[in-house]
C-alpha cells in the first residue's frame, strides 16, 4: 500500500492545474446566523465535469506514462468518479472504459459517453462488476484507477484543501462529507502536513453510516447496500482511506436523510447554488452540532453538483 | 423627469459598496461551444437578496436626508423590488413599506417581512392598489421608490455594467432581460459613457412582448396583464426607462416559454448556479439567434435567483 506524501499533493497541483478549476469559496451571512460559525464553502459543485472527483481523475491520468497512456484507463463507478475519469481521459486523449450496472440512471451513462468514455454495462451485482470489469482490463490492458482507495486520486483530491486554506485565513476546522473516504482522506493528507492546527470533521448520513460505526470501533465496518439520498456516499472505507481517517479526523457526525434534504434547501436557497445531496452532509451536521462549531471559522466541502433536476428528493 | 447620468452612477457605486455584493462573472466551455460566441454572466443571483435590485433599492435608501430617511420608504411590487427595498431599508434601520396584492405568494410576503419591512395588501386590482398605496403614504410620508421608473433606481442598477466592463475586457455586447426596463436601462447608462462600442441587447419574452412592441413602433405600448413564467418581466415600460431603451438599445430578441425554460436548466445543470426563469431569457435569445452572437465577447445579466424550489417550471 503506498500512501501518499504531502509532496505527491505538490505534484498533482501542477500536473492538474490546466484541467481542474481552481474553484471559488462563498459565504452566506444567513447560514452564519443561523449556525453561529463563520462557514466558507469550498465549491467543488463548480468543478470540471460538476465534482472534486476531477481532481484525482485528473492526476492519476496524467500521471500515465505514454505507453500506458495508450492502453487507456478503466473504472468501475455509477457516480461522479465515472464521469469525471472520463473527462480527464478525454482531456489527454486516451480511452477510458467505465463499467457501469445496467439499471444505473441513463443521465450517468450519458454523461461518461458525453467526455467521450465508453460505458460497458454489468448485472447490478458485485461479481458481474467484478467479472465484466475483469474482461475489460485483459481485452483492453487499462490501467485501473479506483474511485478512492488509489495513492494518485487522492493525492490528486488533496488539492482542494490546499486552495481553501489559501483562500481562508485561520480556519479551525474543515468539514467534508465521507463515503469511500478519498475527499476526506485527502483533505487529511494536505491538512496534515500544511495547517495541523486545522481540525478535520467528516459528515455522513445516518444510513450509511459504517465510516462513523468503523471510526468507534477503530476497524473497517462495511455496510451491506445502505440507502440514502446522498447516493454519493454509499460506498465503504478501504485500507488507503482508513489509513487517513483513523489517524487525522477528529470526529464524525451522521445527518438524517430528513436533516440532510433540508440543508441542501437552504443551500441551494441561499447560496443559490446547485449542489447534490453528499454535499448537503456537512451542513447538516453542522446544524445539528451547533455546539462544536459556534464561534468558529469552517471550511465546508461542496463536494458536487450533478443532481437529476427533473426528480430532486424534495419533489 | 430627472435623467441620472454618469456622475450619478459613480456616486450610487460609492454608496452602496459596504450594502451590495461586487458579483462574480461565470463562464462554462460548454455553453460557449453550444452558441459559438464567448458567454460572460454576471451573477447577480448572488447579489444580496438574490436580485439586482438591491443595488437600485439601496442607493435610492441611502440617498434619502436624515428627516426623509426617518418617515421610511415604500413602495408596490410582488417581486424582487419589494424585497430589496425592504433589505436595503433594513441595513439603514429606516420603515418600509410594500403593499402586495393579497394573492401574491406567501413566500415573497414573507420575504420582506424577514428582512424587516412591512406587508400591507391590496385586491389584486390597479385600482385597490393605488388607492391602499395612496393611504399608506398619506399615513406614513414614507418616500415613494418606484420599482424602475425612478432615476435613483436606474443609477443604482447602472451600477452592475460597471463592475462587469470592469471583469471583462473587449466585450462586444451585453444582453439583459427588459421588463420594466430599469436594468437595461442602467446598463444603457453606464455603457454609453463608459465604453460607447459595447452594444446592448434586451431578451423579453414572447408572451409579454410589449417592450419589442415598443421598440418596433417607437413609443411605449403597455400590455394587457401579460403571464410569463419569467413573472419578473411582466410589467410595461415608462417614460424614464424608455428614453434609455428607445436610445441606446440595439436590438430586442423574444423567446418562447419552452425556450426560456429550456435555457434555465441548462444553467442550472452547466453552472451549477440557481437562477430565477427572468435570467435565463437572455441565453435563450443567443441560442435563438447564434448569427447575431456568434464570434463575440458577450456580457449576460443573470438578474437573480428568487425560485419557489417547490414550484420549479419543469416539475
Known amino acids: 500500500m503506498k500512501i501518499p506524501t504531502i509532496g505527491d499533493m505538490l505534484t498533482a497541483r501542477g500536473r492538474i492545474a490546466a484541467c481542474c478549476h481552481h474553484t471559488p469559496v462563498l459565504t452566506s451571512s444567513l447560514l452564519n446566523v443561523m449556525t453561529g460559525a463563520q462557514l466558507y464553502f469550498k465549491c467543488e459543485n463548480f468543478q470540471k465535469a460538476g465534482a472534486f472527483k476531477a481532481r484525482g481523475a485528473s492526476n492519476a491520468v496524467f500521471g500515465l506514462s505514454k505507453d500506458q497512456a495508450k492502453k487507456g484507463v478503466a473504472t468501475h463507478s455509477s457516480g461522479n468518479h465515472g464521469t469525471c475519469l472520463s473527462y480527464a481521459a478525454g482531456r489527454r486523449g486516451i480511452p477510458c472504459t467505465v463499467v457501469m450496472p445496467r439499471t444505473a440512471p441513463q443521465a450517468k451513462k450519458d454523461a461518461v459517453k458525453g467526455y467521450g468514455g465508453r460505458v460497458v454495462e454489468c448485472e ?173 471559522r469552517i471550511g465546508v466541502i461542496l463536494t458536487g453538483g450533478n443532481v437529476d433536476l427533473e426528480k430532486l428528493p424534495w419533489s
Open 124 to 296: 447490478p451485482s458485485t461479481s458481474s462488476r467484478e467479472a465484466v470489469f475483469a474482461d475489460v482490463v485483459a481485452e483492453t490492458a487499462a490501467e485501473f484507477v479506483h474511485p478512492y482507495n488509489d495513492h494518485r486520486v487522492i493525492a490528486g483530491q488533496a488539492t482542494c484543501a490546499a486552495e481553501l486554506v489559501e483562500q481562508v485565513e485561520g480556519l479551525d476546522a474543515v468539514v467534508a462529507p465521507i463515503g469511500g473516504g478519498g475527499m476526506v482522506s485527502g483533505t487529511c493528507l494536505t491538512l496534515s502536513s500544511l495547517a495541523p492546527k486545522v481540525k478535520i470533521f467528516a459528515a455522513e448520513p445516518e444510513k450509511a453510516d459504517d465510516a462513523y460505526r468503523s471510526f468507534k470501533a477503530g476497524h473497517i465496518i462495511a455496510d451491506d447496500a445502505p440507502e440514502t439520498v446522498a447516493d454519493g456516499l454509499k460506498v465503504p472505507l478501504k485500507e488507503l482511506t482508513w489509513h487517513f481517517v483513523s489517524r487525522y479526523v477528529s470526529d464524525i457526525h451522521t445527518a438524517s436523510e430528513q436533516e440532510i434534504v433540508d440543508a441542501m434547501k437552504l443551500i441551494w436557497k441561499r447560496l443559490k447554488i446547485v449542489i447534490e445531496p453528499s454535499s448537503a452532509v456537512p451542513l447538516a451536521t453542522i446544524l445539528k452540532h451547533p455546539e462544536v462549531f459556534a464561534g468558529k
